[in-house]
């Protein structure tokens, strides 16, 4: 079992930039595929940016790429987004998620965070 926590959301003006962070509770997160989602009221979970155990074969959305970058401490058990040029239509709860197989379908995923709210005011 695989308990994961998100943190570093919060409020920010359109242009500006956040780090979210991810910390696993076992330290097997290393044998597991990393991802980021978000979902916003009465959408489905959308895919943001997934990472490879070995950090490699890393993967972004159209809407994020250029923007935002995953990466991951498997030493400190961690995983992190970094966003920048943050647009209100990035606001979203954003999620942390873990699983054995590579993909950035929801269903790929059995671990999930809790979520942190990003806003981002126009």
């Known amino acids: 079992q695989v308990m994961l926590v998100e943190s570093g959301g919060g409020l920010v003006q359109t242009g500006g930039s956040l780090r979210l962070s991810c910390a696993a509770s076992?330290?097997?997160?290393?044998?597991?595929?990393m991802g980021w989602f978000r979902q916003t009221p009465g959408k489905e979970r959308e895919f943001v940016a997934t990472?490879?155990?070995?950090?490699?074969?890393?993967r972004y959305a159209d809407s994020v790429k250029g923007r935002f970058t995953i990466s991951r401490d498997n030493a400190k058990n961690m995983g992190y987004l970094q966003m920048n040029s943050l647009r209100p239509e990035d606001t979203a709860v954003y999620y942390c998620?873990?699983?054995?197989?590579?993909?950035?379908?929801?269903?790929?995923?059995?671990?999930w965070g809790q979520g942190t709210q990003v806003t981002v005011s126009s």
């Open positions: 076992e330290r097997t997160l290393r044998d597991h595929v």
């Open positions: 990472i490879g155990w070995n950090s490699g074969l890393a």
């Open positions: 998620a873990a699983g054995t197989y590579y993909g950035t379908s929801p269903g790929r995923y059995v671990y």
